[in-house]
């Protein structure tokens, strides 16, 4: 069973911020500083995809396993678009880089639940370009889920920490 990263901590407008993670185990020892990204993402603004990219590119230099990132900020694009485009609400974006990996995290505040679903062409849906998000998701990520909340939801996933 994967550890979840537990939530939290400020809110941050620069690359990243550093919080102490409890540990339940029998040692006292506290856990070192864990890089973590959190910001609040206004309704229907998609300028915020390419806004949280980049704040988790410099959040990911700290990581320092090739070939990850790239995977992470499509993930991460994914998850936010379509927490902005899908529910109409605000959202919370969360990123957490701890010892066994990085766990990526949206909230909004719409209890519906996503859908995955393998886009038709023929089915009216123009280009054929929409319902692959979290196909990807799926494909690419270590893990994923979705977490319903008192109001809401949460959509992650996370990447180990070994190599592509």
């Keep these: 069973m994967k550890r979840q990263a537990r939530g939290g901590g ?28 959190r910001r609040r993402l206004e309704r229907a603004d998609l300028g915020a995809v390419p806004e949280t990219r980049k704040a988790l590119r410099e959040l990911l230099r700290h990581w320092g396993r090739p070939g990850r990132s790239e995977v992470a900020e499509l993930l991460t694009s994914e998850l936010v678009t379509n927490a902005l485009v899908h529910t109409d609400h605000d959202a ?62 949460s959509v992650w996933f996370e990447l180990d920490g070994g190599l592509a």
Aim: charged content about 20%; glycine content about 12%.
């Design 92 to 153: 919370v974006f969360t990123a957490v880089i701890g010892p066994r990996g990085l766990r990526v995290e949206v909230r909004d505040f719409v209890a519906r639940r996503p859908r995955m679903c393998v886009a038709n062409a023929n089915a009216g849906d123009g280009d054929g370009t929409h319902g692959r998000g979290l196909i990807l998701v799926q494909s690419l990520a270590d893990a994923w889920g979705v977490r319903a909340h008192g109001v809401g939801k």
């Design 10 to 37: 400020p809110t941050t407008v620069g690359a990243f911020s550093a919080e102490t993670v409890e540990d339940n185990t029998d040692s006292a020892v506290e856990q070192a500083p864990v890089p973590q990204l």
